[in-house]
């Protein structure tokens, strides 16, 4: 009933969109992807909570081979919001959001409430690495309607890399916001588990046992050494090649199998932000995360000098 539901509201929400003044129709749809991701946090066990371009499809791989190591589940079907379930009750309903639908539906625009009582991983990366990936997203797989729905620039705008990682609406400046809005509600949420994208790429091994612990799942040495095998760059690369998870839509799936910048799986390169700057840019975008971005997640210079 729910599906039924769901697609009579997203019809009738594009119907009327065509007689409405653009912004209008934006805020119609928002609000309608709003209701959907409400409907999945009512219903959920566990939220997967990440700023876009932070590393999430590929986590999202990790976490589906595990389970399906576990309950001997289909390789080629990444875990949606309930799919596994459907195949085994005993497999908990994880929602995976961006938190940016959800807290302009529910009103809890400038604090974490929503997350309070919820048992929440929090995937994090350097906000520098996820505003270049952002333009690659931007340029190569996102939709226009996208593009002009949430603020980011014009579709087919002629910018570099630069001037997108600046653009006031997706670039680097909000990601720094989005990141102060965790840092400062991180003790309000009891049952939180922040994982770096960072540690996950030096330690797949331990990180994602965390991860399945917290999940509620026992952690398995070859479970876990399998899992980092399959997801590594680049068996996910062949895979997206071969579109191997076609049974879960456009998640893995290259948008041109023959330029490498339309890969979901592109570079996966911690710190791959310096090959698109020269030094003054670097310097001056670092400088914007360290003047602005909380020190919580070990991103600003001083937490790393203090780290070393």
Known sequence: MHMIIKRLIKWLVRAISVFLPEEKAHQLQRWRRGREEHWKYRHCQYIFASYGKSGRTWVRVMISRYFQLVYNLPDNILMGFDNYTRINSAIP????????????????????????????????????????????????????????????????ADISVYEFVKHEGQGLAHIIEFMNGWARELSNIPELLVVRYEDLRSHPEQEMARIVEFLGLEANDDYLKDTAEFASVENLRKKEKENYFWRSGSRVQAKDVNDPNTYKVRKAKVGGYRDYFDDDQVAELTEMVDSSLLPAFGYTSAEIGEAR
């Open 93 to 156: 309903k994880i929602f995976f959001t961006h938190d940016n639908y959800l807290r302009h539906y529910t009103g809890n625009v400038d604090s974490k409430k929503d997350f309070y009582d919820r048992k929440t991983i929090l995937l994090v990366r350097n906000p520098i690495d996820v505003a270049v990936s952002q333009f690659h997203q931007w340029k190569y797989r996102m939709r226009p309607e996208k593009k002009a729905m949430n603020n980011y620039p014009a579709h087919e």
